[in-house]
């Protein structure tokens, strides 16, 4: 069945809202009783949300989860079309991702993993614009050699590509003087190095930059690129092996429903799909989550998974601390664009290129289809953003632009434009992290506040995710003194 | 407290048996009841013990966990001496080990590590012999290059460093082309590239591969050391990282405990210490463990963790199957010996050695203890196998002639004639892990066997023992078809 997420396009079909998952939870309820008072409610279903109601239902305790949307899954979930799942959002995993990987081992789906980016077919090379319109194709060990020269000189601020100001990356600020470099942007590192990069080391790096931020050179925090290449390993080859290379053959949908049927499995799961929140009201022995539609649920305790550009909306009774509200006013920045083409151009599964100056600035060849036909990802960033679904004949040709391809299907999901997302995965602009991760991970009252948007290690991954849920879960089990509760 | 296990030699005390520990647990038992039926028995509490127990625990089951020692831990474990602790056994671990980093995080002990090999300090040398009494002082810097040097010849077997033939370390088999390699010891790998190793790269690489074998270059796997190189990033500098470089401030019991005080809290956790298992009889309905002391315990399953080396000590009614029984009576080989000293030479905290023809054959800085004297680790093999306490002086001889030291402190654990362990961490000859690990991982009735020493990723480490016990108390907990039981 449809979730109402997400956008498809065919010649035969056109555009049309809404794509097929098996991340849709159907019947959306199974509250009878209206009246009960849950040990702990938890607002999200993204995979903080998943984790902690996981965590919770199997200790023991009561929970109730109210979701807006009608799926599982938050930022990261696959539309599965024609047996082929297509991942509108968050995608890859890697083993060096300790909270991923732990619940992945668990699960056993330690095999159901496979390679994104194949250099082994077809047209084997990388198309590269410096400047609009002005390509040059090389070979993939050539765009290695020009991103490890540009990403090095970028990142070298210590003589030691990061290792010695950022030893720790789950420890980030070990080295307190790792702190200053919070007050650059990507923009003013660049500036420092000026002169130092060819005009193709300059495009790789900027598609590269524009990639992980979703943002601009001008407002992306330099500071939390170094730590993303610190947990990396402090290089490019440890960042494509983190960030794009392994993917589950099924789709992030097939992980996530795990987490889902486990704790639905201990009965002592209550949901609410299709049920936006307006107010959160804590009287001390109690808190009220009231909904957009204006019923009101009780919890002993509350878990908001809710992501920092949407907190903002959610009214708090007492109101939410200063700090908190400011760094919820200021959100983050990324407002990446994310869009899949399947086209009949069977070589073009090696195929990657990177366009700095196009609104889907970084391409590649993502997989196969069960009918032949190559799979791209497209990426864009904030520096000139699209609205795929606006004119979905510009963005066809956006693609085309890149290099020649026969469209047959395009798939995406709008997460600009998604009023429970308001942007992609966290990105922060300078002196964000600096400045108010440790007052966004502090609980308000009787209320627990956690997303991978501020978690402390792979903050903005779903790895960051099942961090944060499998810590929410645990202090409100510390919280409500009983350990698991005995029923 | 202390433990009967380990010895510790000082001038003023000579040579004791017992150290103190934080691992201790007294009283030994809080059974109260002889006649109940606990969900599942669990044998052992080393990390897989304690890991299976704290999820069975929590998740609702109610546990009797048997321990032969008189402490928690298992292969790994920290004696606290005059506020230092020695490890006396398992002590590092990395943020890219899935499981023991997921528990480091959810304990909140991220920032409880520190770094074991410091370069900053006095004599900041390696030594490295080779021959006996040959000795040459090389930098830092030059041992690494030889050992890069060295490790990448010897790995080389696809073009690629392994990455080709082990492209993934938690699917090792994915490449069934990697299977043959089991067929060679290290011996045989050293044979197949003759001629290409100076005689320094072969004294650091024999150093190296002892090292982490903790047994003879003629019997160890091959394949196995490849499964580890790949784990580590298929990179000297990776298998620094995740094997010898962070450990805990507070010692390993200072991790263990939480596990075991997790578990306790819950209210559902019987233990008996002191307490040496001699059968498992499995009436279909239920399990009957019973101790040498002929004390009989009911469960409906058994999670057994004895290691490899022990499980052949255990009368199994009925008899466990061929496979296993096969797999039990090889055994692995690792019967490394490590010797801690607390030197007063406060200029050796940045001295390391490789001696290949020494008892004592892989030796470094470990530490500054309060008193401020330099911590030496040292590590034997069995190619010249040393039982420290059989005669102290030659084993201080042993150390001394490594480098000049003041030897203030010794203290050890011999894992080869405890009768619990019979050998340190799993390190198997060739044949083994492709031949038998399936089969260690397989249930008997309602007995189910979880090791570290079958391990899917990181076998033989932490991560591996807490992987394993995540997987048996999931096996039970699904197996009892109850979710959690409602008490």
Chains 1, 2 share one sequence.
């Not at 790895?463 to 350990?483: C, F, P, Q």
């Amino acid at each position: 069945m449809n979730s109402k997420d997400g956008y498809q396009w065919t010649e035969k079909g056109g555009l049309t809202q809404g794509v097929p998952s098996i991340g849709l939870i159907q019947p959306p309820s199974n509250i009878t009783e209206e009246s009960t008072v849950y040990d702990v409610i938890i607002v999200g279903a993204g995979y903080t949300a998943l984790t902690a109601a996981r965590d919770a239902t199997t200790s023991g305790l009561k929970v109730l989860l109210l979701e807006a949307r009608d799926r599982i899954g938050g930022r990261s979930w696959s539309s599965n079309i024609g047996g082929y799942p297509f991942e509108m959002g968050g995608t890859w995993v890697n083993w060096g991702q300790a909270h991923v990987w732990r619940e992945i081992s668990r699960y056993n789906m330690r095999k159901e993993l496979e390679i994104s980016q194949e250099h082994s077919y077809g047209v084997n090379h990388f198309s590269l614009f410096t400047a609009a319109g002005k390509k040059t194709d090389l070979s993939h060990e050539e765009e290695d050699r020009i991103m490890i020269s540009a990403l090095h000189k970028f990142i070298n601020v210590d003589g030691a590509l990061g290792r010695k100001i950022m030893p720790f990356p789950h420890d980030e600020t070990y080295k307190p003087d790792v702190l200053p470099i919070d007050r650059l942007t990507a923009a003013d590192r660049l500036s420092q190095i000026e002169g130092e990069l060819s005009p193709q080391e300059y495009g790789c790096l900027k598609g590269w930059l524009l990639l992980c931020s979703g943002s601009t050179l001008e407002t992306m925090s330099f500071y939390e690129f170094l730590h993303l290449w610190a947990l990396s390993g402090y290089s490019y080859e440890g960042c494509i092996e983190y960030l794009v290379k392994y993917k589950f053959r099924g789709g992030q949908s097939s992980f996530a429903i795990k987490f889902w049927n486990e704790a639905l499995s201990t009965n002592r799961l209550s949901y609410n799909f299709n049920c936006p929140i307006a107010s959160i009201k804590d009287s001390n022995n109690s808190v009220e989550v009231t909904s957009i539609d204006g019923r009101i649920y009780k919890g002993s305790r509350v878990i908001s998974t809710i992501p920092l550009n949407v907190l903002s909306t959610i009214k708090f009774d007492p109101p939410i601390d200063p700090s908190k509200t400011r760094a919820t006013n200021t959100g983050h920045l990324n407002q990446c664009v994310k869009v899949h083409a399947e086209v009949s151009n069977k070589d073009l599964r090696s195929w990657s290129s990177i366009d700095p100056s196009s609104k889907l600035l970084y391409a590649f060849g993502d997989g196969t289809t069960p009918a032949g036909n190559t799979h791209i990802v497209a990426f864009g960033a904030n520096e000139t953003h699209l609205d795929p679904e606006k004119d979905i004949n510009a963005t066809k040709k956006i693609l085309t632009d890149l290099t020649d391809m026969n469209i047959e299907r395009v798939v995406f999901h709008n997460w600009s434009s998604d009023p429970y997302a308001k942007g992609a995965w966290f990105f922060p602009g300078k002196e964000f992290v600096t400045s108010y991760l440790e007052a966004l991970r502090a609980r308000h009252g009787n209320v627990f506040f956690a997303s991978s948007d501020w978690a402390v290690g792979w903050r903005s991954f779903i790895d960051g995710a099942i961090e944060e849920g499998t810590r929410a879960a645990r202090d409100v089990l510390l919280d409500l003194r009983s350990g698991p509760r005995q029923y």
